[in-house]
Structures are given as C-alpha cells and as structure tokens.
C-alpha cells in the first residue's frame, strides 16, 4: 500500500509521534535530533498497522468542479465560476461557488468558508444552549482539532471544532450540551452521562453518527 509521508520536525518536540490524516497520507512529527534511520526503522516496525490503518480511513475530500461536502448533515455540491474581480464564496442552497480555477485553491476557499460560517454559528448557538440550561461559559472559541469535537476546561472555556458545521444541526447541538455538562463534571462519570441525558435523550444516537461520519468530517 503507498501511501504520503508528511515529516515535521520541531526543536521542541521530544517524542516521535505518527497520525493518519486520511486513507492516503501519514504524518511522522520527530524531534530535530532524531535520524531519518531511526524514522524508517520506525515506520517499517509499524507497517503493518499503518496499512490496516489506512485502509480503515475514507477516501481524501475532492474539491473539482462538481464534488460534494457536508454541511449541516446534507450533501452541497461545489462549483467553480470565474469571477470578475476578487469574487466571494456564495452558497445559494444546496451549491457552494467557490471563485477557484483548481483544487488547491478549492480546498482553501471552502475551508475558510465554513471555519467563518463555524466561528458564527457554532458560538451564538452554544450562547443560545447555555442559557437554556442555565450555564455561563466564560469564553466560546472555535479552533481546528484533528481529533476531538470539542472540550471544556476548569475555567469554563469551552472550544469546538469547526467541522461541526458539517454535522447535523441535532448532533451540532449533542455536541454543545455534551461540553455544557463539562462545566458541573469534568469527567464522563454516570453523572455527566444523566445531566446529558437530561438534556439530549437520544444523545447515543448522535455519538453513533460521530462514529460513523467524523472520520470522513476530520479528514476535510
């Protein structure tokens, strides 16, 4: 199986770690000081679950004229056009334009077009949730996770994944609630799950979606 390899070193980094970022690419994160001997030992060690794997990852995201992503749990079809001048991302019901002519700049406009839609919608709606229940959340961000959607800290700093955006407005909000219950429990003991619970009943629903879709969601 062949597969990408995308190695970054940092001065800072004392360990070697690897990260599947979709069924075609492998990050290999080292430390400046450690040989590309030792990076090769490593992944010929590790071949055998690299290839299982990768062969478990969705298919990279397209972005040609004509693809389609997720947004708001239904499927939009991206379109190019040749704008006359600087030219915006539209969406106009289920379309996304996108002012590109290749797939690099695809991947690029659509990525910062739904991180905006995301930093908007996400946080107003976590407003909106968190005084339903009654919570107060200190600050609301929206960052970019390669695996998680989203985390509430002691503080009741409570940051999400903009790929959210692409979810299910009913899963979007599991999600919310699931972070909002991290203010009173800041673990996933049978108390969190029945505050959840409380407030999302078929919240086992909503992680079965997680499960099935947010590989292919975290690989855009």
Sequence with gaps: MQY????????????VALRIINSRTVELRAP?????DYLSALLKKREAWLHRMLASCPEPMAYHDGATVMMYGDAHTLRWYRPQGRGDVCLVENIIYLPVSNEQAAAKALAKFLR???VKELTARCQTLAAQVGRKPS????RSFTARWGSCDSKGVIKFNWRLIMAPPEVRDYVIFHELAHMVEMNHSAHFWREVASWVPNYKAHCAWLKQHGPLL???
């Design 116 to 118: 905006e839609r995301a």
């Design 218 to 220: 975290l690989a855009v």
């Design 139 to 142: 600050q609301i961000n929206v």
């Design 4 to 15: 990408d390899l995308v190695i970054k070193r940092s001065s800072r980094r004392k360990t």
């Design 32 to 36: 400046q000081w450690v040989s590309d």
